[in-house]
Nanobody, 125 residues
């Protein structure tokens, strides 16, 4: 599967962005998708994940209540709506897909075998 993340950009603190992750290849509706981010000088960290049919979603504590993950299986796309952004949210955001048949969402990056190229989110103070 190939993943394409988009929607990043420069936004002021308190603003919003919506990231998109478009997938091609194997059946999109059979696997979970996650978002991770990596800030300059820091390790990659989990942000959010959604299972194959949107019933289960996970969020990191740092984004819970501000970010919302969703998916549209008819469009092979997962979204990450980010509200109330702060400078601490500045990072490259990556979407990742689990292998086919792995329909459950996961917090762990090694659960995902396909990664997008990343989209940069910069939040100014």
């Amino acid at each position: 599967v190939q993943l394409q993340a988009s929607g990043g950009g420069l936004v002021q603190a308190g603003g919003s962005l919506r990231l998109s992750c478009s997938a091609s290849g194997r059946s999109f509706s059979t696997y979970a998708v996650g978002w991770f981010r990596q800030a300059p000088g820091k390790e990659r960290e989990f942000v959010s994940a959604i299972n194959y049919n949107s019933v289960t979603t996970y969020y990191s504590e740092s984004v819970k209540g501000r970010f919302t993950i969703s998916r549209d299986n008819t469009k092979n796309t997962v979204y990450l709506q980010m509200n109330s952004l702060t400078p601490d949210d500045t990072a490259v955001y990556y979407c990742a897909a689990r292998p086919p048949g792995y329909s459950s969402a996961s917090y762990y990056s090694n659960s995902y075998d396909s990664w997008g190229q990343g989209t940069l989110v910069t939040v100014s103070s």
